[in-house]
């Protein structure tokens, strides 16, 4: 029997991630319009497909804009299906499904500026280039504490009342 204060193994706990795609690539809207779902695929960075690797089914991941017009946290989307051979060159692709749009976007100088996510060892500011990266659980609540939260969450804003966007 299992201790009420016994922490879930490292298999059983949700992790948390940002996954960057080009607005002209994919974007937050092509996502929306898709369905809710789609392949993410086309990551060649070996630090990143390794990243991919450790997603596991439910894992939250930012949805992340970047590009020199656009680098800001704009949705969260949840890994539907884990890691797999996306048959491309050795590639790996993992399936994501949209869990909602943030309340309010975060834009990554708002990100770099605040006082806790500076202090912290976000991997955002440690690896820039990488489309994958690991988000800690304390950075997650920080981002989506800056954003409002994000349609879905659970919390219900006033302006969410009735519009029938927390229904995931």
């Avoid at 809207?29 to 596991?56: E, F, H, P, R």
């Avoid at 946290?73 to 790996?92: A, F, L, P, Q, T």
């Avoid at 349609?151 to 219900?156: E, L, S, Y």
């Amino acid at each position: 029997m299992k201790n009420k204060n016994e922490k879930p193994s490292k298999q059983q706990q949700k992790q948390y991630w940002l996954l960057k795609t080009e607005v002209g690539e994919w974007s937050w809207d092509d996502q929306t319009s898709n369905g809710g779902k789609s392949k993410w695929d086309g990551v060649k960075n070996k630090q990143a497909q390794k990243y991919l690797k450790s997603m596991k089914m439910g894992d939250l991941c930012f949805f992340y804009h970047s590009g020199a017009k656009a680098r800001r946290v704009v949705g969260v989307v949840k890994v539907v299906n884990e890691c797999y051979d996306d048959g491309d060159d050795g590639g790996v692709a993992v399936d994501v499904a949209e869990v909602g749009e943030m309340r309010r976007v975060v834009e990554l100088a708002e990100i770099k500026g605040d006082h806790r996510l500076k202090a912290s060892d976000f991997a955002l500011f440690r690896q820039p280039r990488l489309s994958v990266v690991p988000v800690a659980e304390e950075i997650w609540e920080r981002v989506c504490e800056l954003a409002g939260g994000y349609q879905g969450d659970g919390h219900v804003c006033e302006e969410d009342e009735g519009s029938g966007k927390d229904d995931v």
